[in-house]
């Protein structure tokens, strides 16, 4: 399957950067070919860089991105995967909305419902959205990150292990389909980490752009979800191989 093999060829880099294309070819049992095949692909995608004597990641830990950057990437999908999430909140539930530019979108259709719900957020930009809205909203408390906005730290981790909600809608700037769903820091693995358990229910909103992507720390396992709320460019290969893991919607 060329979503595996191209997994793999990510793997061999990350941890060997001079690996060769005949040394991929001989190890994955396929032609050269299809190696350099799948290597344009992956360089396409922006995931590595080929020289003259080596293949490099490009991107493939990620940092922490500024709110003015990420709102303004993928919104048309953001907003689809909003539309989707919606389905699964219903009158009268408390519901917990990690921070985030999808989330916010999820808050921005929760203004026009007909019905109520309590929502707990560590997103003041989140909020500060919600503050006209019919809704009860309470923010957790904690640090403020610097240009992002989410709140962490030793109170918000406090209040997350004292609360349960009926459903949990989490983000992530980082996925691998194998080993799992990834954050920055540990800080913040944490606090998405409790967020998962906090929910009866528990989905991970994600747009397409963000799977093939690791970070520094882990946030829990694909099967820790109900369900993925994506949009609909993600590719059929990885679509296939996460619903072995959880249900994609």
Request: aromatic share 6%.
């Amino acid at each position: 399957m060329k979503s595996k093999r191209q997994q793999y060829i990510l793997s061999r880099v990350a941890e060997f950067s001079e690996v060769t294309i005949e040394m991929l070819a001989e190890e994955l049992s396929v032609s050269e070919m299809t190696v350099r095949r799948d290597l344009k692909e992956l360089e396409e995608n922006e995931q590595v860089i080929r020289t003259s004597n080596a293949i490099l990641l490009k991107d493939s830990f990620l940092n922490e991105v500024p709110f003015v950057k990420k709102q303004l990437v993928n919104i048309e999908e953001k907003r689809l995967i909003a539309k989707k999430a919606l389905e699964f909140i219903h009158p009268d539930e408390t519901i917990l909305l990690d921070a985030g530019t999808t989330t916010l979108e999820i808050c921005k259709r929760l203004k026009s419902v007909d019905f109520k719900v309590r929502i707990v957020t560590n997103d003041i930009k989140a909020a500060a959205e919600l503050i006209d809205s019919q809704h009860e909203v309470i923010i957790l408390g904690g640090q403020v990150q610097t240009n992002v906005g989410s709140m962490y730290g030793a109170q918000t981790v406090d209040m997350l292990n004292s609360i349960k909600v009926s459903v949990s809608f989490v983000g992530t700037q980082a996925i691998d389909v194998y080993e799992g769903i990834y954050a920055p820091t540990i800080e913040k693995a944490k606090v998405k980490r409790l967020m998962v358990e906090c929910g009866q229910t528990s989905y991970l909103v994600v747009d397409s752009s963000k799977f093939n992507h690791t970070a520094f720390a882990k946030i829990c396992d694909l099967n820790d979800f109900t369900g993925i709320i994506t949009d609909d460019s993600l590719d059929e290969e990885i679509r296939e191989s996460l619903q072995s893991a959880t249900t994609v919607i």
